[in-house]
């Protein structure tokens, strides 16, 4: 992907998703006719969006080594290639990997969620660089992160790049979608959260579930931040957990979140195929490299 293609996927995040962002200036009025063709042209970029991305997918490891999953449509956003042996954010590649893990593991000083310096220093260049791009062609900093990751990647690698992109990124972090395919091939984007880089406190009286799965290859550790409320136990398999989230939904019917928190030993794969699994339970999903959780 050239450097066009970059200001090009750039320049379509012009609509901050930010819910408390609002504008009071009034759109002028469309001349007659032009709804339909502004619709038109609107699919044809989007398309155009998703083409661009499957091609670079594809020439960096192939869209078929994605983890399969449900999710949302794609938008646009700084694009992040995560294979075996490279980072990429666009076509510039930020890190080298060995078996998926960075080759400098060196963690930088300022990431407050531990993540290697390349990475940070990596992320921290890009968002300087879409700055200088949303200036020159008057387009925002992207306001989202597509993460495009091998399925056999580490998942503690897939962490470090989004803890690293939030972190670097000014104002505020980015929202964050990892790039799946659903069971019929096609290209969605799963939306994912993190906890904060220094863990979190919750508030008296929240009344938070903080439902939390520690993720091991095959095995899964699912707990509260409040063990009166969910009793620490162990599962063993998809089905039972899937199983699990159900019993734990009928009994905590307004929760929507749960905390993914996968060990050393689980990649890409196995920490989506848990998503997937509890996804219809709880659709709020939540990354963490194990940062602290506590009840007042």
Same mark, same amino acid.
């Given at each position: 992907?050239?450097? %066009? =293609? %970059?200001? @090009? /996927?750039?320049?379509?995040?012009?609509? #901050? *998703? @930010?819910? @408390?962002?609002?504008?009071?200036?009034?759109?002028?009025?469309?001349?007659?006719?032009?709804?339909? &063709?502004?619709?038109?042209?609107?699919f044809e970029r989007l398309q155009g969006l998703t083409t661009v991305i499957v091609n670079h997918v594809n020439d960096a490891m192939g869209t078929e080594h994605l983890p399969v999953a449900s999710g949302g449509g794609v938008e646009p956003g700084m694009l992040v290639t995560i294979t075996p042996t490279f980072v990429q954010i666009f076509d510039r590649t930020i890190a080298a990997l060995e078996q998926g893990k960075p080759v400098? !593991?060196?963690?930088?000083?300022?990431?407050?969620?531990?993540? *290697?310096?390349?990475?940070?220093?990596?992320?921290?260049?890009? @968002? /300087?660089?879409?700055? +200088?791009?949303?200036?020159?062609? #008057?387009v925002?900093?992207? =306001?989202?992160v597509? /993460?495009?990751a091998h399925g056999d990647v580490p998942a503690?690698?897939?962490?470090?790049?989004?803890?690293?992109? =939030?972190? &670097?990124? *000014?104002?505020? *972090? !980015?929202?964050?979608?990892?790039?799946?395919n659903n069971t019929r091939g096609s290209l969605r984007a799963l939306e994912l959260f993190l906890v904060p880089p220094r863990g979190l406190v919750l508030r008296q009286g929240s009344a938070a579930l903080a439902l939390t799965i520690r993720v091991s290859p095959g095995l899964y550790q699912v707990s509260s931040?409040?063990?009166?409320?969910?009793?620490?136990?162990?599962?063993?398999?998809?089905? !039972?957990?899937? #199983?699990?989230?159900?019993?734990?939904?009928?009994?905590?019917?307004?929760?929507?979140?749960?905390?993914?928190?996968?060990?050393?030993?689980?990649t890409v794969r196995?920490? +989506?195929?848990?998503?997937? =699994?509890v996804q219809e339970s709880f659709p709020r999903l939540v990354l963490s490299v194990g940062q602290e959780l506590a009840a007042p």
């Open positions: 992907m050239r450097a %066009r =293609a %970059r200001v @090009w /996927l750039a320049s379509l995040a012009i609509a #901050a *998703p @930010w819910p @408390w962002v609002s504008s009071s200036a009034a759109a002028p009025a469309a001349p007659a006719g032009a709804e339909a &063709t502004d619709d038109r042209a609107g400098d !593991p060196t963690i930088a000083a300022e990431c407050a969620s531990g993540c *290697p310096a390349v990475l940070y220093d990596g992320f921290g260049r890009g @968002w /300087l660089e879409a700055a +200088v791009e949303s200036t020159s062609f #008057a925002e900093i992207p =306001a989202r597509l /993460l495009a503690a690698t897939l962490l470090a790049v989004a803890y690293a992109a =939030a972190e &670097t990124r *000014p104002v505020r *972090p !980015p929202q964050l979608a990892l790039l799946v931040a409040d063990s009166r409320t969910i009793a620490s136990q162990q599962v063993k398999g998809l089905g !039972p957990l899937r #199983a699990l989230a159900r019993e734990l939904k009928k009994r905590h019917p307004s929760k929507e979140t749960v905390i993914l928190v996968p060990d050393g030993a689980t196995e920490l +989506v195929d848990v998503a997937a =699994a």
